[in-house]
């Protein structure tokens, strides 16, 4: 039916190349739009050459089924007589399953390629000429069913065709290949799965109904308990089959270890040669590891599963003939040490085979994933896993199984406290996930690197040959900080990744780098616009979050909107996380917490720590309102304030009035934020006092007629004076309540000449 092209003009050898030597480049290639058709919609067809190129003409065609050739014939749709420039086609109304195909042409002298494969869109409605039925009627059906399509319509002549998907490959095929067609009717022989659409076509041309069929093959699928055994204990098979009906007789089998053939054998368990109707099979006393199988029959009609896919039951006890010993001796081992299994008994030959529980393709053996040497196995992988172990012999024995977990070392930080009082230490610990002797730490500096979006890593001092302590302290930290540490060991010496990064907080501001909130409170309702400043001597900025419930680190451009210096969140779900800012230079801001509300009330309080013996207001507001009055205030879940105000006011504010605070209106409660005191207290030592009344006395017998006696304070010139600034903090955003209470002082020093107009020495 179609056409080929015959190239017998002399012709430049690239020219021949391309009209006769990639002929497939010219094929048309034809999707039809929708597969399967809502009756009376419309169908578009979409035609590609291969080989895309400026002025084709495309022709569009109906398939129609010819049942003496086999094949089809191609009749031109209306207004395609003359083709179409453009590469697509609609047609309208369209009711029934049909077949389409496309070609194109250009140039002059005219080239026209062959007819693309022909493509369909299937109705699942019945044609008045033409009928589709599947015998037994539904769509999944199971391979051991005499499955029956049957066509009917006022003709006498039928094929039943197939479209089925495979992999990466289409076939459109005859029931002549997978069935036996007898008159009208197709009867399937097939016996391996398959997913794939049918339907008939008659002689008169017509396309039948379409319908979807899946066939299973039958497969037993066994299940053992328990899978570690109690040595004498009791151990049930299972085996499930579908379709279930009463007509399945079970057979149960042991799996011997075959090392010849890598395989099992099966051996016929005791009262199970004649079968069972029960789907269960117990073995009594069963004492060292032991591997299963089963399958099933079924006579009307005739017809047995393949064997399952064995199935074990674990001991850890050592069998006589075969038993496997672990070294080094333990279940944890990382992927850089060598584990050695070690198959002992009164065998020549060995295999070791592992289990991944719950995977039935991950049942292998050492070859696979390590080296066998003689009768021991060394694991070699590099993949993080937790499998079962054992060894088999060549007399058919099982050893003892083990757990063993195969992992890559991991370092794991830990930064106490969590929120600074400036000044203090910061401790830093690392851990090695499932610890062992011989690893050496470094500890680091996590700097903000704007450039790639993550964070270079910088060395403590003191860190440079390692540490083989696993912690490591940092004295006089003022401003939030991030830190980090990998472990080392061996000789070459095998490094960690570096730890996750993990926090020290601080609410103070820090010169170079400053979070401001707006609205400035703690408390937001979703959907509420919150906007994060950040503000100091550096041009770039990122604003990241981290939420302790999920342990998310994350960036402004995850979770809202970065523009210039600001974050703005608009979050639409309940979240309470601490932010703060980093900056091009490497700097951290003060830190914050923020809690977003899903609820209609919140407390308005204070963001940042309050200043012992400054003033304070606390208030409630509702979703879409101002401030409610009616309000009772809770301070650490004691009721402080419950009457017709509309504020908690604490005109001088103490130590004491520090802590959680949370508020209540017309039954609604708000969240609990942490309202921190920060307490300053002046000092100033004079010690000028004693000294100049020594000096006054000293020096009277030899004052001269030019000296004023009466102007001491010009003898406090040369007297140092110190200035103690003691400061008191506590932590400010701790949801656990309070740190351990930390003072520190800062001691000034200068000279009697800088001294304030209200310092005075006594006579």
């Not at 470094?442 to 993550?454: A, H, L, M």
């Not at 003191?462 to 939030?480: A, C």
């Not at 879940?637 to 504010?653: A, C, F, P």
Request: aromatic fraction near 12%.
């Amino acid at each position: 039916m179609g056409h080929t092209l015959l190239c017998v003009l002399p012709l430049p050898f690239l020219s021949l190349l391309l009209c006769c030597g990639d002929i497939q480049a010219w094929l048309p290639l034809l999707t039809v739009s929708p597969s399967w058709l809502s009756p009376g919609a419309s169908v578009n067809l979409s035609c590609r050459v291969k080989a895309p190129s400026p002025g084709w003409v495309f022709y569009w065609y109906e398939a129609v089924p010819d049942l003496l050739s086999k094949n089809y014939k191609y009749k031109l749709l209306p207004d395609s007589i003359n083709g179409t420039v453009e590469d697509f086609y609609i047609i309208y109304g369209q009711r029934h399953t049909a077949g389409y195909a496309c070609r194109a042409q250009r140039g002059n002298p005219e080239y026209l390629t062959d007819y693309s494969e022909p493509k369909f869109v299937w109705s699942a409605d019945s044609h008045p000429e033409a009928a589709l039925t599947v015998s037994p009627d539904r769509e999944k059906l199971f391979t051991l069913y005499f499955v029956q399509m049957n066509c009917q319509g006022n003709h006498a002549g039928w094929r039943v065709r197939k479209f089925e998907i495979t992999g990466y490959s289409t076939y459109l095929t005859d029931c002549s290949s997978w069935g036996t067609m007898t008159g009208s009717s197709c009867t399937v022989n097939r016996s391996w799965s398959s997913n794939a659409v049918y339907w008939c076509e008659s002689g008169s041309g017509d396309f039948s109904n379409a319908v979807n069929v899946t066939l299973h093959k039958p497969e037993s699928v066994l299940t053992v308990s328990p899978s570690w055994l109690s040595p004498g204990a009791s151990v049930t098979l299972s085996c499930k089959v579908g379709p279930p009906s009463a007509e399945w007789r079970f057979y149960w089998f042991k799996a011997v270890p075959d090392p010849s053939h890598r395989k099992y054998k099966y051996e016929v368990l005791p009262d199970s040669i004649s079968g069972t109707v029960q789907d269960s099979y117990i073995i009594h006393g069963q004492t060292h590891t032991a591997g299963y199988t089963c399958r099933a029959t079924r006579r009307n009609p005739e017809y047995s599963t393949d064997y399952s896919e064995p199935k074990f039951a674990w001991s850890r006890d050592s069998h006589p003939a075969a038993s496997l010993i672990i070294s080094p001796h333990k279940e944890k081992h990382f992927n850089i040490d060598n584990v050695n299994l070690n198959c002992q008994g009164n065998s020549a030959k060995w295999r070791v085979r592992f289990e991944l529980p719950g995977n039935k393709t991950d049942l292998s053996y050492c070859s696979n994933w390590g080296t066998m040497t003689g009768s021991s196995c060394t694991i070699k992988s590099h993949r993080s896993h937790r499998a079962v172990y054992w060894c088999e012999s060549e007399t058919g024995q099982f050893s003892n199984a083990v757990n063993i977990t195969i992992q890559t070392p991991q370092s794991v930080l830990t930064v106490s406290p969590s929120w600074l009082s400036p000044g203090a230490s910061v401790t830093l610990s690392c851990e090695v996930k499932h610890p062992s002797a011989g690893w050496r730490f470094y500890w680091y500096k996590t700097v903000p690197d704007p450039s790639n979006s993550f964070y270079r890593y910088d060395l403590l001092p003191d860190s440079i040959n390692e540490t083989v302590e696993d912690s490591y302290i940092i004295q006089g930290q003022r401003h939030t900080a991030a830190y980090s540490c990998r472990a080392g060991r061996g000789n070459p010496e095998y490094l960690t990744d570096y730890s996750e990064p993990k926090f020290v907080w601080s609410a103070d501001f820090h010169p170079a780098s400053s979070l401001t909130v707006s609205p400035d409170r703690e408390q937001h309702f979703t959907s509420e616009s919150v906007t994060l400043n950040c503000g100091g001597n550096s041009a770039e900025w990122r604003v990241r979050r981290f939420t302790d419930v999920w342990s998310d680190l994350s960036y402004c451009s995850d979770w809202g909107k970065m523009t210039a210096s600001s974050c703005t969140i608009n979050s639409d779900w309940y979240r309470k996380a601490v932010y703060w800012c980093e900056s091009g230079s490497g700097e951290f801001s003060n830190a914050v917490n923020i809690t977003v509300h899903n609820g209609d009330l919140v407390l308005v309080s204070p963001i940042n720590p309050v200043t012992e013996s400054a003033s304070v207001s606390l208030s409630c507001r509702l979703r879409g309102q101002n401030t409610v009055s009616n309000v009772i205030f809770h301070h650490n879940d004691k009721m402080v304030q419950n009457d017709s105000r509309e504020e908690l006011n604490i005109s001088t504010v103490s130590q004491s009035d520090e802590g959680f605070y949370k508020c209540e209106h017309s039954g609604r409660v708000s969240p609990q934020s942490w309202m921190a005191v920060q307490v300053i207290g002046v000092v100033l030592v004079i010690l000028l006092l004693l000294l100049c009344r020594y000096r006054q006395s000293r020096d009277s017998a030899s004052l001269r007629p030019s000296e004023d006696p009466g102007n001491g304070l010009h003898e406090c010139q040369h007297v140092t004076y110190a200035l103690v600034d003691f400061k008191h903090f506590e932590n400010k955003r701790r949801q656990d309540g309070p740190e351990t209470v930390t003072i520190y002082s800062h001691v000034k020093t200068e000279a009697a000449g800088t001294v304030s107009s209200n310092t005075q020495c006594l006579p």
